[in-house]
């Protein structure tokens, strides 16, 4: 599976906003970008959001606005019978046309890096819930109505400045896309550099220059951390010891899980899970 540029196959002289209702056994590694802004909500679901060079876990109730090109997908943990959500794609060149649209084209142009609404209000969800059963004129009117809500919400900026529709990923597509399905299935056992490496044909000198200039971090940085994400939510999702979490995960030792998901998440996994305990 490579990256792909996911082309949009609506009309554009005939629709402004491209709205899907999807459901699936599962949201499988579809790692792509597109030149349209996408807002997605997941209806049902949860597992890993990648964005740029974001990742973090998702569930019920996500939200997020995704900038122009930027490198995105969402991968299922497994354990859904079915996933559902709602996608909004659009261009945003009509905002910039509009001079009452000022303000909001410059909060599109915020979500370059990507937006995530940390915890947006049940006024706005039902707007995005509303949406597929009012006719188009309705629509385009309750989508400028949804995007205005949005600018009020409480969120969190995602991809770093590296990893925002970096023009490295587009060139080596292929690589990347490989690179990144062989970490998701092997990320639970001990991957070396050497074994990557050899993987995509690359010293390891080479590969970790590439690997960085084309994610933003560094590979061991990205296993670590896409380790602990996972782990984060086997925490508060499995009765689970610690330990097993840890190395189910691919850490081999307890303390250097420790280490890890203190320096990501600013607390040890014990007190993590204490905080989805007590809330």
């Known amino acids: 599976m490579e990256l792909e540029r996911e082309h949009i196959t609506t009309d554009k002289n005939e629709k402004t906003i491209l709205f899907s209702k999807l459901k699936l056994p599962a949201f499988t590694p579809y790692w792509h970008f597109h030149p349209e802004l996408e807002l997605t909500y997941i209806v049902k679901g949860k597992g890993l959001r990648f964005v740029g060079d974001h990742i973090a876990p998702f569930q019920e109730g996500d939200l997020v606005l995704l900038g122009e090109n930027l490198p ?11 996933v559902e959500t709602y996608i909004f ?11 009452e649209f000022k303000k909001l084209y410059q909060f ?29 004129f309705q629509q385009l009117l309750l989508f400028f109505d949804i995007l205005n809500l949005s600018m009020n919400e409480n969120y969190e900026i995602l991809s770093s400045e590296n990893g925002k529709g970096n023009q490295q990923i587009a060139k080596h597509s292929e690589r990347i896309t490989k690179v990144l399905d062989f970490v998701l299935e092997h990320m639970n056992r001990e991957i070396t550099l050497t074994e990557i490496s050899d993987f995509t044909g690359m010293t390891s000198p080479a590969f970790c220059r590439w690997f960085k200039k084309s994610i ?9 951390q896409l380790r602990v994400e996972k782990a984060s939510t086997l925490l508060w999702e499995k009765d689970l010891p610690i330990s097993q979490i840890a190395f189910e995960t691919g850490f081999e030792s ?16 014990r007190e993590y899970r204490k905080q989805f305990s007590l809330s």
Do not use: A, M
């Open 216 to 224: 933003g971090k560094s590979f061991v940085t990205y296993l670590n």
């Open 89 to 99: 794609q659009f261009s945003k060149v009509v905002f910039s046309q509009i001079p």
């Open 72 to 82: 995105h997908q969402w991968v299922s943990d497994g354990e859904d019978d079915e």
């Open 254 to 269: 307890l303390s250097n899980f420790n280490r890890s998901f203190l320096k990501y998440k600013g607390c040890s996994p």
């Open 108 to 136: 599109l142009n915020s979500s370059e890096r990507g937006i995530h609404f940390t915890n947006p209000s049940i006024e706005l969800i039902g707007k995005i819930i509303q949406y597929e059963s009012q006719n188009e």
